[in-house]
T-cell receptor
């Protein structure tokens, strides 16, 4: 399966712990996007990365959240000192480099529950 | 700031009936996307609309785009239970690098 791969699919953390979510884009895709979906809500953009570069992080909270997409390996979304409000589904999407239709291809999501 | 609004947000319809979901957006954009999400699942791409007047059909679903009116519609013909899901429209943000902006979704339930 050459789709977008996310892990873990489900993650439970206690308040104050750290959460690390991983995303491997589709083969041949160099652009990665992270979105957050709260229950009964749409998807909110968090951050857009290319290899080793953060292109746009305007949707990511300034504190406790960080993202990277290293030269080798998956993209990682890291949430430090989690709070209950961080409970959500975090979706990763990828797209090829330009030119492209702008379509994003989504992974299955990582569902974070903070106790 | 680009805003995307869908309506209705909730839709319960009988099998065999027709209905339309609307997606309005606030700033100029030529590209719009429809996705389907089943509960607890990922988003599946349904349609990619890349120009004014674009119309695409797949089975009982048909999507259209009017960039002048900043409006897209997703029309459902003779609904069946398998179409029950949440449908999202997303608009390509023309400013800067920020990617797709999503509507809140329309939760569709098709009942017998």
């Amino acid at each position: 399966n050459a789709g977008v791969m996310q892990n873990p699919r489900h993650l439970v953390r206690r308040r104050g712990q750290e959460a690390r979510l991983r995303c491997s884009p589709m083969k041949g895709h160099s652009h990665v996007y992270w979105y957050r979906q709260l229950p009964e809500e749409g998807l909110k953009f968090m951050v857009y990365l290319q290899k080793e570069n953060i292109i746009d992080e305007s949707g990511m909270p300034k504190e406790r959240f960080s993202a990277e997409f290293p030269k080798e390996g998956p993209s990682i979304l890291r949430i430090q000192q989690v709070v209950r409000g961080d409970s959500a589904a975090y979706f990763c999407a990828s797209s090829p480099g330009t030119p492209n239709t702008g379509e994003l291809f989504f992974g299955e999501g990582s569902r974070l529950t903070v106790l | 700031e680009l805003k995307v609004e869908q309506n209705p947000l909730f839709l319960s319809m009988q099998e065999g009936k027709n209905y339309t979901i609307y997606c309005n957006y606030s700033t100029t954009s030529d590209r719009l996307y429809w996705y389907r999400q089943d509960p607890g699942k990922s988003l599946e791409s349904l349609f990619v609309l890349l120009s004014n007047g674009a119309v695409k059909q797949e089975g009982r679903l048909m999507a259209s785009l009017d960039t002048k009116a900043r409006l897209s519609t997703l029309h459902i013909t003779a609904a069946v239970h398998d179409l029950s899901a949440t449908y999202f429209c997303a608009v390509d943000n023309p400013s800067g690098n920020t990617p797709l902006v999503f509507g809140k979704g329309t939760r569709l339930s098709v009942i017998a």
